[in-house]
């Protein structure tokens, strides 16, 4: 068993370390129902897993640095919006 870092959900739950399976790019988390949390296996792809905590740290930044330029990009339009009555 591999020990990954997953990164594909770290703005709503977090990073959290898995047992598992590489094949290649690909990293296979096995069905766990002993705590419940996954009755399926998972797979992650591309920049959702890594190998290495200081990556997955370096990844869950550069997620939450995208997110909050999304946001201040939203903000500003919302704010933009002018009301009237037609």
Do not use: C
Request: glycine share 6%.
């Amino acid at each position: 068993m591999t020990i990954a870092y997953i990164t594909k959900y770290a703005l709503s739950v977090g990073v959290y370390k898995v047992d598992g399976e590489q094949n290649g790019a690909m990293f296979i988390q096995p069905a766990d129902r002993e705590d419940g949390r996954s009755y399926y296996p998972q797979y992650f792809q591309g920049k959702d897993w890594h190998l290495t905590e200081e990556l997955a740290l370096a990844r869950a930044e550069e997620m939450r640095i995208a997110k909050l330029k999304s946001l201040d990009k939203q903000m500003k339009r919302v704010s933009a919006l002018k009301f009237e009555i037609k």
